[in-house]
């Protein structure tokens, strides 16, 4: 699901570029991974993920793609020329990723999988798109935070099937995917580092 106005306005802003630089450098702590690895990134608004990974697992080939071709259009505009041109940028369906099996070193999605209604069919697809070993680094929020008396009127997002902890740890699992790292506070979302099992 596409965002409104309220939720570009949360996290098209520099506070939103802070806290995933802090995110990213616990994800690098958590799990370094080779340099030069295939890597994607779903649902990369605006950019500013895609142009701190760059840097920071310095990867062989980074792809990046959204939902929204308004968000692609602004990374393309975000993103220096020299970034840019490094990394590719498609429209598309975290739900339906056009890339065949075990392409990728790690995926990467943050604050994505609560948008998508099909999130446990997105959740398989990242899984099939990764190579065996690969890793997903995954930030998500829970219904609590984007739901709530106050949000729900402001925000717009899916309002069937939602995941909270225990449905997406299951989720994960059942994708063949096991959580080796992760901040979480339960009722409000998590930060975790996660393997594809061999
Ligand atoms: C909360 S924003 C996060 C954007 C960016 N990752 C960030 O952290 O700043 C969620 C993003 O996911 C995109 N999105 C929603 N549903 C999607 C889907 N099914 N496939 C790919 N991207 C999707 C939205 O267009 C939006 O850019």
New binding site residues.
């Given amino acids: 699901?596409?965002?409104n106005w309220a939720?570009r306005l949360?996290?098209?802003n520099p506070i939103?570029v802070m806290e995933?630089r802090i995110e990213i450098s616990w994800m690098k702590r958590s799990m370094p991974l080779d340099p030069g690895g295939m890597m994607l990134?779903?649902?990369?608004?605006?950019g500013?993920?895609a142009g701190i990974l760059l840097n920071a697992f310095q990867p062989g080939f980074l792809c990046t793609?959204?939902?929204?071709i308004r968000?692609i259009r602004m990374a393309g505009r975000y993103l220096s020329a020299e970034k840019r041109s490094r990394i590719p940028m498609y429209v598309?369906?975290?739900?339906q990723l056009p890339h065949p099996d075990e392409t990728f070193d790690a995926v990467f999605?943050?604050?994505?999988l609560h948008?998508?209604p099909e999130w446990r069919k997105?959740l398989s697809e990242l899984a099939r798109v990764l190579k065996k070993g690969g890793m997903y680094f995954i930030?998500e929020l829970y219904p609590t935070l984007y739901q709530n008396f106050v949000t729900k009127h402001i925000l717009l997002h899916p309002t069937e099937n939602r995941f909270r902890s225990q449905d997406l740890r299951e989720a994960l699992e059942e994708a063949g995917l096991k959580v080796v790292n992760a901040l979480e506070i339960r009722a409000l979302g998590i930060l975790a580092v996660v393997k594809k099992k061999h």
């Fill in positions: 699901m596409k965002l939720e949360a996290v098209n939103r995933q990134e779903v649902g990369c608004g605006r500013a993920a793609m959204d939902l929204d968000m598309g369906d975290a739900a999605g943050f604050g994505v948008h998508v997105a930030e």
